[in-house]
């Protein structure tokens, strides 16, 4: 059971899968439910990993069910952390812009 802050809201210790870069999405949910953890923050690095097998709704929504079968939930996430939203070139501006759409998409699907 997470602890309550002094305000009453349940804090949800949580770690960054970053972490465990090297592992597949699914090896990294299980690694760390297996070590006691409930919930983490989606890092971009698995985020791209997940971007690249498709549809991000569809994709998320997998990992979702995969991660919440073990005990995890991933309640946060980093988008693309060298998106360039100030991009000079307005088309590149637009093409980063809507890239970060689909992280939207994924991120929403995963919870």
Same mark, same amino acid.
């Given at each position: 059971?997470?602890?309550?802050?002094?305000? @009453?809201?349940?804090?949800? #210790?949580?770690?960054?899968?970053?972490?465990?870069?090297?592992?597949?999405?699914?090896?990294?949910?299980?690694?760390?439910?297996?070590?006691?953890?409930?919930?983490?923050?989606?890092?971009d690095?698995?985020?791209r990993?997940?971007?690249?097998?498709?549809? #991000?709704?569809?994709? @998320?929504?997998?990992?979702?069910?995969?991660?919440?079968? +073990?005990?995890?939930? +991933?309640?946060?996430?980093? +988008?693309?952390?060298?998106?360039?939203?100030?991009?000079?070139?307005?088309?590149?501006?637009?093409?980063?812009?809507?890239? +970060?759409?689909?992280?939207?998409?994924?991120?929403?699907?995963? @919870?």
């Amino acid at each position: 059971m997470a602890a309550a802050n002094r305000k @009453g809201h349940a804090m949800k #210790p949580s770690m960054w899968t970053s972490y465990l870069i090297e592992q597949t999405p699914e090896e990294m949910a299980t690694s760390f439910v297996s070590r006691g953890w409930r919930w983490a923050e989606l890092s971009d690095e698995h985020g791209r990993t997940l971007l690249q097998r498709g549809d #991000p709704a569809a994709t @998320g929504a997998a990992f979702h069910r995969f991660a919440a079968d +073990l005990g995890l939930a +991933l309640e946060q996430g980093h +988008l693309l952390l060298m998106a360039d939203i100030a991009h000079p070139d307005v088309a590149e501006r637009a093409r980063i812009v809507d890239s +970060l759409k689909r992280w939207c998409d994924l991120f929403a699907a995963v @919870g």
